[in-house]
């Protein structure tokens, strides 16, 4: 049986990685610090201690007879990077590297700057013009150089903003006033933008693993998700409310005032260009590899979405929407700092 660590075993990605690594019959050794926020599947083994804790990681994995694979799916907080990146990308090379596993984790759009072309190769070339591009390239520099100077194979999965749990931009900003008709975009109307549903991604995790052998030793692929511009976003929201929503704007001028006055909301305020240039992932090469990559509808993705969010509880939603509720307790981690903004004024 193959074996897996994952690191952030109660954030979004870690929590949805165990899931998928568990149904596709791993052995999972899922990593956090605190007791899980909610129920693991059976056989699930909790390693609860500080993911920089090289040695007790390492010891773990030892005492379960070795790991195959770690996923690397700790998310400091976003105005924390600068600071807490380099030690958490040095832990997780040295226990790859003392394990001799293969270390995967989840790459974000933010490398090719805030000039990103609207299609995203593995080629595209980065650009460091803002400090979270610096700091996820120097993320992937440290990998790439782990791979070639001591044997450590790695696995990037490129992907675009998280949907399916609490804490994301969807139920932070975009969703927050549907219980009121209200739906509000964060850019123009028709601007493409990159979206991964945390299942299918999760599911794109462990079938890459499963094929790692085929792979160079660190290795970079990239997942469209679901591409969307707004206006067919908020048109799948409201199929599946069954009524027309209201359109709000993100209050960006607002938090453009704020930003000098808050680290997290200047550290926010910097990824707008993220809603004002079209992109898309290209994954051809993803899918040379997979064949068929794991694609839920938007229909059922929205639905499973709106039943964990605030609206859930008013009343508004049918009865395929209520059944496919999802956990919504909020993980730690990069997009639940969005509660820093959640109180602006939409307008």
């Not at 870690?14 to 149904?23: E, I, Q, S, T």
């Not at 692929?221 to 511009?229: C, D, K, V």
């Amino acid at each position: 049986m193959s074996k897996v660590m994952v690191l952030g075993a109660n954030g979004r990605l870690g929590r949805a990685a165990v899931l998928a690594f568990a149904a596709a019959g791993w052995q999972v050794i899922a990593q956090l610090r605190r007791a899980p926020r909610a129920p693991l599947p059976a056989g699930v083994q909790t390693l609860q201690c500080d993911a920089l804790d090289v040695s007790a990681l390492v010891a773990a994995a030892r005492a379960a007879g070795g790991v195959d694979l770690i996923v690397n799916a700790l998310n400091p907080e976003y105005t924390e990077w600068a600071k807490r990146l380099p030690p958490i990308t040095a832990a997780t090379i040295a226990v790859a590297e003392a394990t001799g596993a293969t270390l995967m984790l989840p790459g974000n759009v933010y490398n090719f700057g805030n000039q990103l072309p609207p299609l995203l190769r593995e080629d595209t070339p980065f650009a460091a013009t803002h400090p979270k591009a610096a700091q996820r390239i120097a993320l992937e520099r440290a990998l790439a150089d782990a791979a070639r100077g001591r044997g450590v194979r790695s696995i990037v999965i490129r992907a675009g903003d998280f949907l399916g749990d609490a804490g994301t931009w969807l139920d932070l900003a975009i969703a927050r006033g549907l219980a009121r008709g209200r739906f509000t975009r964060m850019g123009p109307a028709d601007l493409p933008h990159a979206w991964a549903w945390l299942p299918d991604l999760a599911r794109v995790f462990v079938q890459v693993a499963e094929r790692r052998a085929q792979l160079a030793p660190h290795t970079a692929l990239h997942y469209a998700g679901l591409t969307l511009t707004g206006a067919q976003l908020q048109a799948a929201f409201e199929a599946a409310l069954g009524r027309p929503l209201k359109t709000g704007r993100f209050p960006w001028p607002l938090l453009r005032l704020a930003a000098p006055f808050s680290p997290m909301l200047r550290a926010l305020f910097e990824m707008r260009y993220l809603w004002q240039r079209p992109h898309r992932l290209d994954d051809r090469r993803l899918r040379a590899l997979l064949g068929d990559v794991p694609s839920a509808p938007l229909d059922e993705v929205v639905r499973t979405c709106l039943a964990g969010l605030p609206v859930a509880a008013s009343g508004h939603l049918g009865k395929g929407a209520a059944a496919g509720r999802a956990d919504a307790a909020r993980p730690q981690g990069e997009a639940q700092n969005l509660n820093s903004a959640r109180r602006l004024t939409v307008v």
